[in-house]
C-alpha cells in the first residue's frame, strides 16, 4: 500500500489516497484501510495539529473523522450554515 498526499498540506489539511498493486498484494482488507486511515489522520491532526479535511464537504468515507474531530461549537455551525444554504437538504453532504 502506497500513501499519496495530495493538495492542502501547506495549510494542515490532508488529502489521501491509498495505492494497492492488487496484482501483487491482493485486495486490501478493509479493517486495514481503516486502521491506516485512522494513524494518518491521528498523525495530521494530533500530532501536527492539522485537519483531516480542508474546505469542502467531508464525504461519507469521513463523516467519522468529522465526529471524532470536529468541536461541537463548530459542527452546531455548520449545521446551521448548511440549514440556512439548503434546507431541501440538496445533495448528499451531512454534517452532525
Same mark, same amino acid.
Given at each position: 500500500v502506497a500513501i499519496f498526499d495530495f493538495g492542502h498540506i501547506g495549510d494542515g489539511?490532508?488529502?489521501? =489516497?491509498?495505492?494497492?498493486?492488487?496484482?501483487?498484494?491482493?485486495?486490501?482488507?478493509?479493517?486495514?484501510?481503516?486502521?491506516?486511515?485512522?494513524?494518518?489522520?491521528?498523525?495530521?491532526?494530533?500530532?501536527?495539529?492539522?485537519?483531516?479535511?480542508?474546505?469542502?464537504?467531508?464525504?461519507?468515507? =469521513?463523516?467519522?473523522?468529522?465526529?471524532l474531530y470536529t468541536q461541537k461549537k463548530h459542527k452546531d455551525l455548520a449545521a446551521g450554515l448548511k440549514q440556512l444554504t439548503s434546507p431541501g437538504h440538496l445533495g448528499s453532504v451531512c454534517f452532525g
Open positions: 489539511g490532508v488529502h489521501f =489516497n491509498l495505492v494497492v498493486d492488487e496484482a501483487r498484494a491482493g485486495p486490501v482488507d478493509i479493517a486495514f484501510e481503516r486502521r491506516l486511515r485512522d494513524w494518518v489522520y491521528s498523525m495530521a491532526v494530533d500530532r501536527f495539529g492539522g485537519s483531516f479535511s480542508a474546505e469542502h464537504g467531508v464525504g461519507r468515507k =469521513n463523516q467519522a473523522y468529522y465526529d
